[in-house]
């Protein structure tokens, strides 16, 4: 099968997964279900996934595997709005696949994308600080959370809320706290 056929069929089967989850848990959702959805054989879903657990291990790996290259635009030593424009572009041409993070079920996504990033971050930000590293640790916890809520937030707004304001009190939160905001003397 050639890799366009394949991309597309993994895609179809995918978007019909999406659909379905939109009234059924993951966890009942079946093989026979998201072929009539994506209107293909079953032979054709065994021919690119083992199984149903299979293709949501796969559907994991991708979005952990999408959301880490981000990073690979950020510098460690400055604060850099060319991550969160990548982000929010990731989270906005995949909004089916992203919205997956804040499901219960795929919880342990969200976790392991969190985890991963952390594990990226921690040496750079220990090594041009003055933080612990529990200190470190409690600060990006912080900030991923709410970065994490925030998404969840234009999500679930179908991604109608203003983006650029969202990108610049998200990137002077970071930057300068909540007080610029909140306690700001007119």
């Known amino acids: 099968m050639s890799d366009r056929r394949t991309k597309r069929t993994e895609k179809l089967i995918q978007e019909a997964f999406f659909e ?7 966890d009942k959702i079946t ?3 998201i072929c009539e959805q ?3 054989n079953r032979s054709t879903f065994y021919d690119h996934y083992e199984d149903y657990p299979s293709f949501l291990s796969k559907l994991d790996d991708m979005i952990v595997q ?24 990731l989270f906005k041409e995949n909004r089916n696949l ?8 795929f919880r342990h996504v969200r976790e392991r994308c969190i985890r991963e990033e952390w594990n990226m971050v921690r040496p ?12 470190a640790e409690i600060i990006y916890t912080y900030m991923i ?24 009190l ?16 007119s």
């Not at 220990?126 to 529990?134: M, W």
């Open 66 to 89: 999408r959301y880490l290259k981000t990073f690979e635009l950020y510098h460690f030593d400055k604060h850099t709005d060319t991550l969160q424009d990548t982000q929010f572009d």
């Open 20 to 26: 379905l989850l939109k009234t059924t848990p993951a």
């Open 98 to 105: 992203y919205s997956l993070l804040f499901h219960d079920e």
């Open 145 to 168: 959370n709410g970065m994490f809520s925030v998404l969840k937030y234009w999500l679930d707004s179908g991604c109608t809320a203003d983006e650029e304001t969202i990108k610049t």
């Open 170 to 185: 998200m990137g002077n939160v970071c930057k300068y706290g909540v007080y610029h905001y909140i306690y700001k003397k």
């Open 38 to 40: 994506a209107d293909i």
């Open 124 to 135: 750079h930000w220990l090594k041009h600080s003055n933080v612990t590293e529990e200190e």
């Open 31 to 33: 093989v026979r279900q």
